[in-house]
């Protein structure tokens, strides 16, 4: 089950502000593409580099919007995976800052495509 709260590192909240003024999209929506891509990728969470979570905080409900059970079972499918015993909030974290450094390359919105 997703956790009611996330709170994103420093890190990411800087960098999601600066994508929201380049393309315009609300930090959540640009959390939920970040997650998708650290999904796509594989990316193992040992590489994230998560340091805090002093950063913005994030509600389930506005986080994941109506989809928050398609992310449910991707996020624990990709925990059961990976074999991860993390909690669910740091791994969502960690996937998020995976997926914030692999958009840093996003200037306008057409780079999402």
Do not use: W
Request: charged share 20%; aromatic share 4%.
């Amino acid at each position: 089950m997703l956790p009611n709260r996330i709170s994103l590192s420093q890190n990411a909240t800087g960098k999601l502000r600066y994508m929201k003024q380049n393309t315009g999209l609300t930090p959540n929506i640009l959390s939920r593409i970040a997650i998708m891509k650290a999904l796509e990728d594989g990316s193992s969470i040992k590489n994230a580099g998560v340091a805090d979570q002093e950063g913005q905080v994030l509600s389930r409900d506005v986080l994941f919007g109506d989809h928050a059970l398609i992310y449910d079972v991707l996020i624990n499918q990709y925990i059961h995976d990976n074999q991860l015993s993390e909690p669910t909030q740091d791994v969502i974290c960690a996937l998020i800052e995976i997926g914030v450094h692999k958009m840093g390359h996003i200037k306008k919105i057409q780079d999402l495509i």
